[in-house]
Each structure stands twice: as structure tokens, then as C-alpha cells.
């Protein structure tokens, strides 16, 4: 069954605590991003992969850090430097040369202790 | 970058009648613009898009129209069921070589009995 897989699906962290969330892919598509979502705030861009070893800030990107060693992997590692991190987070998926139709992981909600 | 802006932020319409979502855009090189559907709790999921050179897509109950030069498109549900609840996001590619979506803030459409 192909698809994009985030877990947990809930998250807790405590103050000056990392926590890193995981996204899997079995798509065969190339490029992977990481979206927050706040309530009435939309879909904001965290950090996007393009191809493996290769990773762009987003437009919010202060506060975490990824990395792409395998193609079918972008996990997400929310720092201690993120003072606000409570946020449902969205991993996706879009495949070469349809870039822009991005096939959505089912979330994680994140929440501080 | 792409600004996008969506109107209105919430939606409430009796059931079978229509409902419009209008989005505006700011880079006039985008050629992209698709809508997607998120139920509470789920994954956001692409239920149609339009490029710039159609000005109108139809499927079934949904159409998107697009306004090349005013710069704005919009989503249109006719005969709404209570299914259609949920929120809706439009959305248009970033801009300066960028790769994903740019979101809107979102709709949240509410069908009433």
C-alpha cells in the first residue's frame, strides 16, 4: 500500500527537550517537505528536499532542522531553540515533474508539556 | 515570493445550495492553482487545480474558475451536501525557483441541515 507514513500521530515535549518527527515515503517521488499547520494560520513551509543530501529552508525554518539520507526518508527534529512549537505538522511528497502536486502524510500533533 | 490570499476564512451555507471560495494571487509568473480538501483530523488532499491556459475546470459538483489578469481564482461547490464540510485551502506555486505550494490561510465551509 503506497503512501506517506508520519508517526507518532501525537507528540508531547518538554521545555529545552529536542523531539524529531518521522516521515516515510514509498512513492518513488523525489522531493519531500515538511509543513506546519496552526489553527486559521494555513500551511506554512518549513524546510523542503529535493534529492537526497539536499535540503532548502522554507519560510519558517528558525527553530528546526531535517536531513535526507535516504530518498524515502525527511524526518523533522524540532529544537529546544522553537519557543512555540505546539502546531500539527505535515509531511508531503510530489513526484519529478509534477512538483507541485503534493501528496500529504496524515500528521502529527505536537504539544508542549 | 507568492502571496496568496483567501476569502472567506469561514463559509456557512444550507445544504443544496452553492458556496464560493475566492483567492488572489501576486506573482503574475504563476501557472498553477490547486484547491485542496482537509477533514477534521485528516490529511489535506487535492480535489482539483487549474493551469493558466483554461480559464475553467469542471468535475461534477466543483469548478474552479481562474482570472489570469486580475490576478484571482476561485472554487465553486454546487448543491452542497453534508460531506462538504471541511476546510479548503487554494494554494500557488512559491515562486523564485522554489519548490511546493504557497497556501492560502484557508475556508472552513460549513454545510447546515
Known amino acids: 500500500d503506497g503512501g506517506i507514513t508520519q508517526s507518532p500521530k501525537y507528540l508531547f515535549r518538554k521545555e529545552g527537550q529536542n523531539v524529531t518527527l518521522s516521515c516515510e515515503q514509498n512513492l518513488n517521488h523525489d522531493a519531500m517537505y515538511w509543513y506546519r499547520q496552526d489553527p486559521g494560520q494555513g500551511l506554512r513551509l518549513i524546510y523542503y528536499s529535493q534529492i537526497v543530501n539536499d535540503f532548502q529552508k522554507g519560510d519558517i525554518a528558525e527553530g528546526y532542522s531535517v536531513s535526507r539520507e535516504k530518498k524515502e526518508s525527511f524526518p523533522l527534529t524540532v529544537t529546544s531553540a522553537q519557543k512555540n512549537p505546539t502546531a500539527f505538522y505535515l509531511c508531503?511528497?510530489?513526484?519529478?515533474?509534477?512538483?507541485?502536486?503534493?501528496?500529504f502524510g496524515s500528521g502529527t500533533q505536537l504539544s508542549v508539556l | 515570493g507568492e502571496n496568496v490570499e483567501q476569502h472567506p476564512s469561514t463559509l456557512s451555507v444550507q445544504e443544496g445550495d452553492s458556496a464560493v471560495i475566492k483567492c488572489t494571487y501576486s506573482d503574475s509568473a504563476s501557472n498553477y492553482f490547486p484547491w485542496y480538501k482537509q477533514e477534521l483530523g485528516k490529511r489535506p488532499q487535492l480535489i482539483i487545480d487549474i493551469r493558466s491556459n483554461v480559464g475553467e475546470k469542471k468535475d461534477q459538483r466543483i469548478a474552479v474558475t481562474l482570472n489570469k489578469t486580475a490576478k484571482h481564482f476561485s472554487l465553486h461547490i454546487t448543491e452542497t451536501q453534508p460531506e462538504d464540510s471541511a476546510v479548503y485551502f487554494c494554494a500557488a506555486p512559491p515562486g523564485g525557483g522554489a519548490d511546493g505550494l504557497t497556501f492560502g490561510k484557508g475556508t472552513h465551509l460549513i454545510i447546515q441541515p
Open positions: 508531503a511528497s510530489s513526484i519529478a515533474g509534477l512538483r507541485e502536486k503534493l501528496f
